[in-house]
T-cell receptor, first 113, second 113 residues
Framework: DQQVKQNSPSLSVQEGRISILNCDYTNSMFDYFLWYKKYPAEGPTFLISISSIKDKNEDGRFTVFLNKSAKHLSLHIVPSQPGDSAVYFCAASAETGANNLFFGTGTRLTVIP | DTAVSQTPKYLVTQMGNDKSIKCEQNLGHDTMYWYKQDSKKFLKIMFSYNNKELIINETVPNRFSPKSPDKAHLNLHINSLELGDSAVYFC????????????FGNGTRLTVT
């Protein structure tokens, strides 16, 4: 039972354009959402997060949007750079005290120079 | 100076063997985790460990056991290895506070033949 879903396994974007990665979740108890970036043969690296009390969080070129009613979040990267090419994982957790993250299956982003 | 380090990076072994994967974090974090990434690239929590409190994902076979000699280490022992145990195992740590990002190691690719 996958509670966090990323329905696009891959995305290709031209350098300089916007990349939009999407994520849906089913558990209404989730109140903290994160995006991780992963290069081959490395572990996931934390990118940006948002709590359920907000609908937008921005950090440089990265912005995460949260739509609680739709149980949907997205990551916008503007402008996209070739170094952004990686697999992006969406993750979520609920205030259970365990801080356990539920991950999506990832979206492979390729930024074309 | 890697924040979360795990060894070995690759582990190839035969069915029925017992093996261990070591994990160390130098971030001063209170909570450590083991995640498994299966062939479908799905990252799933196996254990979280905080101040001697172990929280186990109920789907994890009891052949898997985490051992924490101190706050900076959480090793994973696997008994009677099976073909289905082949996966990439990631160690992670966090400050132990709710809604704090996890920091991951680079993973151990386990292949059971």
């Amino acid at each position: 039972d996958q509670q966090v879903k990323q329905n696009s396994p891959s995305l290709s974007v031209q350098e300089g354009r916007i990349s939009i990665l999407n994520c849906d979740y089913t558990n209404s108890m989730f109140d903290y959402f994160l995006w991780y970036k992963k290069y081959p043969a490395e572990g996931p690296t934390f990118l940006i997060s948002i709590s359920s009390i907000k609908d937008k969080n921005e950090d440089g070129r990265f912005t995460v949007f949260l739509n609680k009613s739709a149980k949907h979040l997205s990551l916008h990267i503007v402008p996209s750079q070739p170094g952004d090419s990686a697999v992006y994982f969406c993750a979520a957790s609920a205030e259970t005290g365990a801080n356990n993250l539920f991950f999506g299956t990832g979206t492979r982003l390729t930024v074309i120079p | 100076d890697t924040a979360v380090s795990q060894t070995p990076k690759y582990l190839v072994t035969q069915m029925g063997n017992d093996k261990s994967i070591k994990c160390e974090q130098n971030l001063g974090h209170d909570t450590m985790y083991w995640y498994k990434q299966d062939s479908k690239k799905f990252l799933k929590i196996m254990f979280s460990y905080n101040n001697k409190e172990l929280i186990i994902n109920e789907t994890v076979p009891n052949r898997f056991s985490p051992k924490s000699p101190d706050k900076a280490h959480l090793n994973l022992h696997i008994n009677s290895l099976e073909l289905g145990d082949s996966a990439v195992y990631f160690c992670a740590s966090s400050p132990g506070l709710l809604n704090s990002p996890l920091h991951f190691g680079n993973g151990t690719r386990l292949t059971v033949t």
